[in-house]
């Protein structure tokens, strides 16, 4: 039975864009290798994050992990011992309000050296950092307060302070980055984890992404952390050979979050030519979509959100969410 190949187009979902005359930027974007390779058309329901989407595509249930443990997990970080994961994002902080800063590639080398400068205030805490793309990073402590409600990526909010030693590191990169720090959300520890469905226990996921890595960790899989997007499609038709692959495209949601829809755009079509390059000969492959992103505002939509296949797998347009992946799997024998 030929191995399959899932591919996730994160965020690819949008909102109608005045600046594209009405349309959503997947409609613009010249995307053939994928509209005929996958002629096949359905729709699922979208959850509002990736680990919320991923965890019930691959076992038919929500995560019960929290964000900042699954990241923590897929970047191969302690979690033992009752030990807290924060998700940290870069934001603009004034002691009022939390402004999520995206695109800010440009200090984002800056903003890493501050942090790791000023983590000495964390050391009683037994911490451990690591950073990833965009300047966003995932610490793991021992952190024996309660965790406050704060605002939650990507959507802004007034400004909460963490106690302890945290809220003295983010108020102490502010000050001296004039606002620009780093902000928890997703925070949590580790909690149930459900196996993968039984069809696609054999898979490797490769992303730049600790979010899809780590429920894919979690759930058994194996995972490749690529950081390079046109690295991940080579990588991805080796381990074609071994087994299923889940091949995942962050820079769509990235680019909608900044609000880009010509990057939206161009990276759509250098997905769709790479795909062609590296897997026109490849029998079954999925495409598909885990939510909206907004370039219009920024922020996550939730809706029903497309999917493509390379064969006919369903009778129906629309199918639930849960029952996706055992559907796919039996009709590709």
């Known amino acids: 039975m030929p191995n399959t190949l899932f591919v996730l187009l994160d965020g690819m979902e949008d909102d109608p864009n005045p600046e594209l005359g009405g349309k959503k930027p997947y409609e613009v974007a010249k995307m053939p290798f994928i509209r005929s390779k996958a002629p096949y058309l359905y729709h699922t329901t979208g959850r509002g994050y ?20 699954i990241e923590a997990y897929g970047l191969s970080m302690d979690m033992t011992h009752g030990r807290t994961a924060f998700r940290m994002s870069p934001a603009f902080v004034n002691g009022r309000t939390v402004k999520w800063a995206y695109g800010i590639d ?4 800056e903003l890493e050296e501050c942090v790791r400068e000023n983590m000495y205030l964390l050391q009683d805490r037994n911490p451990q950092i690591k950073f990833f793309v965009h300047g966003r990073s995932v610490i793991t402590m021992e952190y024996p307060f309660e965790i406050p409600e704060a605002p939650q ?16 590191l983010i108020e102490q990169v502010a000050g001296e980055l004039d606002g620009l720090t780093i902000y928890p959300w997703g925070v949590g520890k580790v909690g149930t984890s459900y196996p993968s469905f039984d069809c696609v226990k054999n898979l490797t996921a490769i992303s730049n992404s600790p979010t899809a890595l780590g429920i894919a960790a979690i759930i058994g899989h194996k995972i490749q952390f690529i950081d390079r997007l046109d690295d991940r499609l080579p990588a991805a038709r080796e381990a074609l050979k071994r087994g299923n692959v889940f091949l995942h495209f962050d820079e769509v949601d990235e680019y909608s979050h900044q609000k880009d829809a010509r990057k939206k755009i161009a990276v759509l079509e250098h997905i ?13 492959i999925v495409f598909f979509v885990d939510h909206g992103t907004s370039c219009v505002t920024g922020t996550h939509i939730l809706m029903d959100v497309p999917f493509r296949t390379s064969f006919k797998a369903f009778d129906e347009e629309r199918v639930e969410l849960s029952t996706l992946v055992p559907t796919l799997m039996e009709r590709t024998k």
């Open 153 to 168: 990526a990507p959507v802004d909010g007034p400004y909460v302070r963490f106690p302890g030693e945290l809220g003295e």
């Open 50 to 69: 990736t680990q919320l989407f991923l965890n019930e595509f691959w076992t038919g249930h929500p995560p019960d992990v929290a964000r900042a443990a």
């Open 106 to 109: 440009d200090r984002a080398e």
């Open 272 to 284: 769709d030519e790479l795909m062609s390059e590296y897997f026109s000969d490849v029998e079954n």
